[in-house]
């Protein structure tokens, strides 16, 4: 069942076999998590908390006083220019050096305020 959005992109719902089998747990440890992250998101977002979202191998997605913004891991951004440039276009973009974040700073430095709350 997918969801029709403008511009002919579609909604597909999560995989959750497939993410259960790629992470060699049951589907119903993967539904628990993603309901569990979702629901706590949707709390913390509703009492207007900053949020980080820590996603594994990409980066961090900041939420902070109604703005958003997404900090990539430079590995991540790598692997991603070489599939480009195998794919024959390649990915040079200078302002990307503002959303480009190393693993071992600390979260709550990537903040306004210095508070969040990390989502492993």
């Known amino acids: 069942l997918s969801c029709g959005f403008p511009g002919n992109k579609e909604l597909e719902p999560m995989k959750y076999s497939k993410v259960a089998a790629d992470a060699f747990v049951s589907r119903q440890k ?3 998590c993603v309901l569990g992250t ?6 913390c977002l509703g009492k207007g ?5 820590v996603l594994r191998d990409m980066g961090v997605l900041l939420i902070e006083d109604r703005r958003v913004q997404m900090k990539f891991y430079s590995d991540f951004l790598e692997r991603m220019n ?7 276009a390649a990915f040079k973009v200078p302002q ?3 959303v480009v974040v190393s693993r071992v700073v ?6 306004f305020t ?7």
């Open 30 to 32: 993967v539904e628990a």
């Open 38 to 43: 979702t629901s706590l998101l949707s709390l």
């Open 49 to 53: 908390e900053n949020i980080a979202l």
């Open 82 to 88: 070489e599939k480009r440039i195998q794919g024959g």
């Open 96 to 98: 990307l050096m503002d």
């Open 106 to 111: 600390p979260i709550a430095s990537l903040t």
């Open 114 to 120: 210095g508070r969040v709350i990390v989502f492993p």
